[in-house]
Protein backbone atom coordinates (compact mmCIF):
# COMPACT_ATOMS: atom_id res chain seq x y z
CA UNK A 1 0.00 0.00 0.00
CA UNK A 2 3.07 2.30 0.81
CA UNK A 3 3.48 2.66 -2.69
CA UNK A 4 0.12 3.16 -3.84
CA UNK A 5 0.21 6.05 -1.62
CA UNK A 6 3.55 7.60 -2.45
CA UNK A 7 1.77 7.87 -5.93
CA UNK A 8 -1.35 9.68 -5.05
CA UNK A 9 -0.31 13.41 -5.37
CA UNK A 10 -2.44 13.95 -2.39
CA UNK A 11 0.67 12.41 -0.12
CA UNK A 12 3.45 14.50 -2.12
CA UNK A 13 6.50 15.79 0.29
CA UNK A 14 4.59 13.41 3.08
CA UNK A 15 7.35 11.46 5.10
CA UNK A 16 7.12 8.35 4.24
CA UNK A 17 7.91 6.54 7.39
CA UNK A 18 4.72 8.23 8.99
CA UNK A 19 3.01 6.80 5.82
CA UNK A 20 3.90 3.87 7.14
CA UNK A 21 3.47 3.96 10.86
CA UNK A 22 -0.15 4.79 10.14
CA UNK A 23 -0.75 1.68 7.69
CA UNK A 24 0.26 -0.31 9.91
CA UNK A 25 -1.57 0.86 12.88
CA UNK A 26 -4.62 0.37 10.58
CA UNK A 27 -4.92 4.27 11.01
CA UNK A 28 -4.77 4.31 7.24
CA UNK A 29 -6.75 1.41 5.00
CA UNK A 30 -8.29 0.49 2.01
CA UNK A 31 -12.21 -0.79 1.16
CA UNK A 32 -13.78 -1.42 -1.71
CA UNK A 33 -17.40 -0.64 -2.61
CA UNK A 34 -19.88 -2.29 -4.72
CA UNK A 35 -21.58 -0.33 -7.15
CA UNK A 36 -24.41 1.47 -5.99
CA UNK A 37 -23.38 0.50 -2.56
CA UNK A 38 -24.21 3.43 0.60
CA UNK A 39 -20.81 4.48 2.03
CA UNK A 40 -21.76 6.99 4.26
CA UNK A 41 -25.20 7.33 5.33
CA UNK A 42 -27.16 10.44 6.09
CA UNK A 43 -26.72 11.83 9.67
CA UNK A 44 -23.94 9.10 10.90
CA UNK A 45 -20.80 10.33 12.59
CA UNK A 46 -17.53 10.88 10.44
CA UNK A 47 -14.89 9.16 11.19
CA UNK A 48 -12.61 9.01 8.66
CA UNK A 49 -11.28 11.02 5.41
CA UNK A 50 -11.30 9.27 2.54
CA UNK A 51 -9.40 9.87 -0.44
CA UNK A 52 -11.15 8.20 -4.16
CA UNK A 53 -8.78 5.72 -5.08
CA UNK A 54 -10.84 4.65 -8.16
CA UNK A 55 -14.56 4.74 -9.19
CA UNK A 56 -16.85 7.10 -8.58
CA UNK A 57 -19.42 8.28 -5.64
CA UNK A 58 -22.16 10.97 -5.25
CA UNK A 59 -23.79 12.69 -2.70
CA UNK A 60 -27.60 13.25 -2.98
CA UNK A 61 -30.15 14.29 -0.65
CA UNK A 62 -33.83 12.90 -0.57
CA UNK A 63 -36.46 14.96 -0.96
CA UNK A 64 -39.74 14.51 1.04
CA UNK A 65 -41.66 13.41 -2.16
CA UNK A 66 -38.92 10.56 -2.65
CA UNK A 67 -36.94 12.62 -5.34
CA UNK A 68 -33.41 12.79 -5.35
CA UNK A 69 -30.80 15.75 -5.47
CA UNK A 70 -27.42 15.36 -6.37
CA UNK A 71 -25.00 17.75 -3.93
CA UNK A 72 -21.42 16.13 -4.98
CA UNK A 73 -19.68 14.01 -7.35
CA UNK A 74 -16.62 12.45 -6.45
CA UNK A 75 -14.57 10.70 -8.88
CA UNK A 76 -10.63 10.11 -8.91
CA UNK A 77 -8.27 11.84 -6.20
CA UNK A 78 -11.42 13.65 -4.60
CA UNK A 79 -11.83 13.78 -0.85
CA UNK A 80 -14.83 12.95 1.12
CA UNK A 81 -15.32 13.85 5.02
CA UNK A 82 -12.20 16.50 5.19
CA UNK A 83 -14.94 19.43 6.09
CA UNK A 84 -16.57 17.26 8.51
CA UNK A 85 -13.81 15.21 10.60
CA UNK A 86 -12.93 17.88 13.23
CA UNK A 87 -16.30 20.09 13.71
CA UNK A 88 -18.50 19.92 16.31
CA UNK A 89 -21.46 18.70 14.10
CA UNK A 90 -19.76 16.11 12.30
CA UNK A 91 -22.40 13.98 10.83
CA UNK A 92 -22.89 13.63 7.19
CA UNK A 93 -26.03 15.81 6.03
CA UNK A 94 -26.50 13.63 3.34
CA UNK A 95 -26.41 9.76 1.98
CA UNK A 96 -22.71 9.16 -0.38
CA UNK A 97 -23.31 6.34 -2.44
CA UNK A 98 -20.75 4.67 -5.36
CA UNK A 99 -22.47 4.87 -8.69
CA UNK A 100 -19.52 2.72 -10.12
CA UNK A 101 -17.47 0.14 -8.25
CA UNK A 102 -15.04 1.78 -6.52
CA UNK A 103 -12.22 1.91 -3.98
CA UNK A 104 -11.49 4.28 -0.81
CA UNK A 105 -8.61 5.01 1.11
CA UNK A 106 -9.79 5.64 5.06
CA UNK A 107 -7.71 7.92 7.37
CA UNK A 108 -8.49 8.23 10.84
CA UNK A 109 -8.94 11.36 12.80
CA UNK A 110 -5.53 10.29 14.52
CA UNK A 111 -4.13 9.24 11.54
CA UNK A 112 -5.12 13.30 9.71
CA UNK A 113 -3.83 14.64 13.10
CA UNK A 114 -0.23 13.18 12.83
CA UNK A 115 -0.32 14.09 8.65
CA UNK A 116 -0.89 17.15 9.93
CA UNK A 117 2.59 18.22 11.28
CA UNK A 118 3.61 16.92 7.75
CA UNK A 119 3.85 20.73 5.68
CA UNK A 120 2.92 19.06 2.14
CA UNK A 121 0.08 17.21 3.77
CA UNK A 122 -1.28 20.40 5.14
CA UNK A 123 -1.06 22.06 1.93
CA UNK A 124 -3.06 19.42 0.03
CA UNK A 125 -5.54 19.24 3.40
CA UNK A 126 -6.50 23.03 3.37
CA UNK A 127 -6.89 22.87 -0.71
CA UNK A 128 -9.56 19.85 -0.55
CA UNK A 129 -11.22 22.03 2.36
CA UNK A 130 -11.01 25.17 -0.12
CA UNK A 131 -12.42 23.44 -3.19
CA UNK A 132 -15.28 21.54 -0.97
CA UNK A 133 -16.15 25.51 -0.21
CA UNK A 134 -16.26 26.45 -3.34
CA UNK A 135 -18.56 23.72 -4.82
CA UNK A 136 -21.04 23.86 -1.86
CA UNK A 137 -21.57 27.87 -2.77
CA UNK A 138 -21.56 26.85 -6.46
CA UNK A 139 -24.50 24.83 -5.64
CA UNK A 140 -26.14 27.00 -3.43
CA UNK A 141 -25.51 29.61 -6.38
CA UNK A 142 -27.49 27.14 -8.69
CA UNK A 143 -30.17 27.03 -6.36
CA UNK A 144 -30.92 30.30 -5.15
CA UNK A 145 -29.73 32.26 -7.85
CA UNK A 146 -30.16 31.36 -11.57
CA UNK A 147 -33.28 29.57 -13.74
CA UNK A 148 -32.75 25.86 -14.80
CA UNK A 149 -32.25 27.29 -18.45
CA UNK A 150 -28.87 29.34 -17.26
CA UNK A 151 -27.73 26.12 -15.09
CA UNK A 152 -27.90 24.06 -18.28
CA UNK A 153 -26.44 26.50 -20.51
CA UNK A 154 -23.56 26.62 -18.23
CA UNK A 155 -22.95 22.92 -17.70
CA UNK A 156 -22.94 22.47 -21.32
CA UNK A 157 -20.46 25.26 -22.16
CA UNK A 158 -18.35 23.53 -18.96
CA UNK A 159 -18.75 20.24 -20.82
CA UNK A 160 -18.17 22.00 -24.04
CA UNK A 161 -14.81 23.40 -22.70
CA UNK A 162 -13.98 20.24 -21.09
CA UNK A 163 -14.71 17.62 -24.25
CA UNK A 164 -13.49 20.70 -26.53
CA UNK A 165 -16.14 20.72 -29.11
CA UNK A 166 -19.72 22.06 -29.55
CA UNK A 167 -21.18 18.41 -29.57
CA UNK A 168 -20.79 16.83 -26.42
CA UNK A 169 -21.59 13.60 -25.48
CA UNK A 170 -23.58 13.75 -21.40
CA UNK A 171 -21.56 11.99 -19.12
CA UNK A 172 -24.73 10.82 -17.24
CA UNK A 173 -28.24 10.02 -17.81
CA UNK A 174 -30.70 12.21 -17.90
CA UNK A 175 -32.09 11.31 -14.37
CA UNK A 176 -29.41 11.76 -13.31
CA UNK A 177 -28.95 14.79 -14.90
CA UNK A 178 -31.91 16.28 -13.16
CA UNK A 179 -30.72 15.05 -9.48
CA UNK A 180 -27.77 17.39 -10.26
CA UNK A 181 -29.84 20.56 -11.15
CA UNK A 182 -31.82 19.25 -8.31
CA UNK A 183 -35.62 19.55 -10.54
CA UNK A 184 -37.98 16.33 -11.68
CA UNK A 185 -37.15 14.91 -14.85
CA UNK A 186 -40.15 16.46 -16.82
CA UNK A 187 -39.12 20.00 -15.32
CA UNK A 188 -35.61 19.10 -17.67
CA UNK A 189 -37.27 17.14 -20.40
CA UNK A 190 -39.44 20.59 -21.09
CA UNK A 191 -36.72 23.10 -20.78
CA UNK A 192 -34.34 21.12 -23.16
CA UNK A 193 -37.33 20.90 -25.84
CA UNK A 194 -37.68 24.37 -25.28
CA UNK A 195 -34.19 25.16 -26.02
CA UNK A 196 -34.25 22.57 -29.05
CA UNK A 197 -37.28 24.31 -30.23
CA UNK A 198 -35.65 27.88 -29.97
CA UNK A 199 -32.44 26.00 -31.99
CA UNK A 200 -30.42 26.69 -29.42
CA UNK A 201 -29.40 23.04 -29.36
CA UNK A 202 -29.90 19.91 -31.27
CA UNK A 203 -30.22 16.64 -29.24
CA UNK A 204 -29.59 12.79 -30.23
CA UNK A 205 -29.94 10.81 -27.18
CA UNK A 206 -26.86 11.82 -24.84
CA UNK A 207 -25.24 13.74 -27.82
CA UNK A 208 -25.73 17.12 -27.52
CA UNK A 209 -24.90 19.72 -29.92
CA UNK A 210 -24.55 23.96 -28.76
CA UNK A 211 -25.76 26.41 -30.70
CA UNK A 212 -26.22 29.45 -28.96
Excluded at 95 to 107: A, G, M, P
Aim: aromatic share 10%; glycine share 6%; charged share 20%.
Amino acid sequence: MIDELKGMPFFYGTDPKVLEYLIQEKQIYTRSYNKNATVHEQNKECCTMDVVSSGKLVAYSLASNGSESIVFEFDVGAIIGANLLFGDQNLYPMNIYSTSDCVLLHISKYGIEELLKEYGFVMKFVQSLSANSQGMNQKIAMYTQKSLRENIKNYLLALSAQQNSSSIFLPTTKKQLADYFGVQRPSLFRELKRMKGEDLIEIANKKITIKF
